[in-house]
């Protein structure tokens, strides 16, 4: 049996169109659009913690409209550096090995 045979017989999944990834891909911006109106709206009407710290003043960074998305954005980008720095520091494998490092 021929190549082409063998693609003919694959059933077609419907990730498969690239019309439908696109629709996935719009479908996550508008997720994501969507969850940063949400949390726009409600950082404007009130503080998301304010019920742990309700004798303390409101007037800190974290009041700023989303500031934990940043923050978490800030977080994981800084993990990525780190962890890159940790592979190879000053031209010396810290935590990567050769390919072939188990079968010496």
Same mark, same amino acid.
């Given at each position: ?6 693609? @003919?017989? &694959? ?5 498969? /169109? ?8 719009? #479908? !996550? ?23 742990? @710290?309700? &004798? ?5 960074? /974290? ?8 923050? #978490? !954005? ?31």
């Amino acid at each position: 049996m021929s190549k082409k045979q063998e693609k @003919a017989k &694959e059933s077609k999944y419907w990730l498969d /169109e690239p019309a439908n990834v696109k629709r996935v891909i719009k #479908g !996550f911006y508008f997720l994501c659009a969507l969850i940063i109106l949400i949390d726009l709206i409600f950082s404007l009407g009130w503080h998301k913690h304010a019920a742990f @710290a309700e &004798e303390l003043s409101l007037h800190s960074i /974290e009041t700023l409209p989303a500031f934990y998305g940043l923050y #978490g !954005f800030v977080a994981c980008v800084g993990l990525v550096y780190v962890s890159k720095w940790m592979r190879d520091w000053k031209g010396k494998k810290i935590l990567m090995r050769e390919e072939d490092y188990w079968e010496k």
